[in-house]
Structures are given as C-alpha cells and as structure tokens.
C-alpha cells in the first residue's frame, strides 16, 4: 500500500465511526445493555458506545481507528483506508456521547430494624449469625427504610462512608448506589498479613462463615463485580498485607479474572494463591456444603487484566 499522509480532520473523522453500525453491516449481533453495546468477541464481551470501544478483561480500548486495527487485523494505514473509504458501504459517524452527569453520592436511610435482612442473609444464605452481628454492629450491613434491601458499606480510613452496594431480599435486584467510589467497596481491614478477595459481599460473608478462625485477624474485600480498585486500595492503606488470595466466582469470568490479577501482583512481588469454590460460588458451598473448595498455588500466572481505565472513563463496564 503506497503512503498516504492523512489530516487531522480525516484522523478524527475515522476515529469517530459508529462502532455498532460497522459491525452490523457486518452482519455481527450486536446488543444493547442500557446506553451502551456490547459484543461478544471470542470469549470477552466488548463495550461499545457510539465511536468508543473498551475491552473489560484485557484493560484495553480506543476509538474506530484501533477497534479495525485489533479486530480486523488492519494496519492503520489499511484501517483509515478502511474506515474513510467506505469498504461497508456509507460509514455512519458516530453521535457524540451525551455527557454523563454524576450525581452526588446519596446514603440511603437505614430501617429501624434488621429484622428482613437477618431472615435473608442468616435464614437464606446461611451467614454465620455472628458474622453477621459483628458487620451489623460495626454498621458495615444495615437494612434500608424504603425497599428494606441489604446495604453493603464501604468505608474510608476516617469512617465516612464513600460506597454501598445494595441487594434485595426478596428479589433478584442487585446494584451500587450512584456516584459509590469502588476502591471502598465493601470490606474488613485485619491485622494479619493475609487479604482476601471476592466479586460479592455474600460471597465474602460465606467464606467467612466457613473459616471463622480467627477471621477477624485478616482482611477481606468484595470488589461488588470484576474490578481490583478496592484491592489497590487495601494494599494501600494495609502494609501488613503479604499475601493475597484471590477468591473469585468458579466460573469463566472469575477464573480468567483470578489469572488476571494474580499476574499483576506476581510482577509486583506479592505472592498469590487462588482459592476456587466447589460449586460456582462460596454461598453456594456454604448452603450445599458437598465438597471443599479447591486450591490452586499461582506463582506464575498466564493472563493479565486490569479493571476499569481512562479509556473507559463514560462506558458502564
């Protein structure tokens, strides 16, 4: 392919072309989660939003011109000839992303009693009832006035409450209050050297109930879904902390996830080992205890995996 020296305004044309619609003149499904797109790509789930793309599990995005580039396997010369010439026919720009206003973190109002939420997580999810009460009394869980969901809180150092993740008791509804800063996501800072990481506050609670040992003596975290900001964070303010073992959910996601993470901190000089429930994940072993959870030493892991970064700075991942 000659050389061909492209403009700025023809760079910034390219790199703004509507994502979804080149794929689906493709012939590529496409689906809509909430304001954005997303497209499964072997076995990681994409997130598209006008000309903007972010891949979740290799800590990866950009605009059109580096979607062809990786996806398409074009060189940038190939993908801006691609993008700008029409290869698909009409290429459609993308509209602007609308500017996402944060709203102010808001503390929902907590009930009077803890009546629903106990029955949820101590009848239904069989925590153990002192794990709960000690959570309780450290006003880490309390139930909410309105909906009488479960509250998860995460503190910062000075005790103000900066995120809480919310479940419900009678349903399957499930989500973090608006504007929660994920790197204080639910949690419990010990004294010991050990940290423990999981995706759910329940799935932290579970495996708690199942090695109460002088639990209190380590830390815990729940990332309230794939992320590591709060395991950045607890590595942080926790210098005590030498060995983290990672805990994710016995499926695709959390496996790959666990390989992710382990590698990162493997170069960091932290060691790591994987702890993989029996069932698909530690509530599950807890209510059908049928068999212990597997170990899994990593001292070499294979993948890597970041959560969230500038680049997907608008995207809901």
Known sequence: MAFVKYTEQ????????????LLRRRGE??????????????GDTIKIRGGKWFNFYENEGGNAISFVRKFFEKSF??????????????????KPAPQRIRKPFTVPIANESTRRIYQYLVGKRKIDKDVFSVFAKQQLIYETAEYHNVAFVGKDKEGQIRHISLRGTGGNFRG???????????HWNGKSDRLYIFEAPIDMLSFISM??????MHSYAA???IGSKVLDQMLKVNPNIKKVYLCFDNDM????F????ADRLFEQGIPTKILVPKNKDWNEDLVCPDGVPSEDETEEPENEEEEESELCQGLVC
């Open 10 to 21: 023809q760079i910034k044309e390219a790199s703004e072309v509507d994502i979804v619609d």
């Open 29 to 42: 499904k496409v689906e809509t989660a909430g304001s954005e797109h997303e497209w499964k790509h072997g």
């Open 77 to 94: 010369p190939e993908a801006m000839q691609f993008l700008l010439g029409g290869s698909e026919g009409e290429i459609k720009q993308a």
């Open 176 to 186: 973090n209050v608006e504007s929660s800063l994920p790197e204080y996501s639910f």
């Open 211 to 216: 090695n109460k040992q002088d639990w209190q």
């Open 223 to 225: 990332c309230c879904g």
């Open 253 to 256: 996601k959390g496996r790959e």
């Open 258 to 261: 666990n390989g992710v993470i």
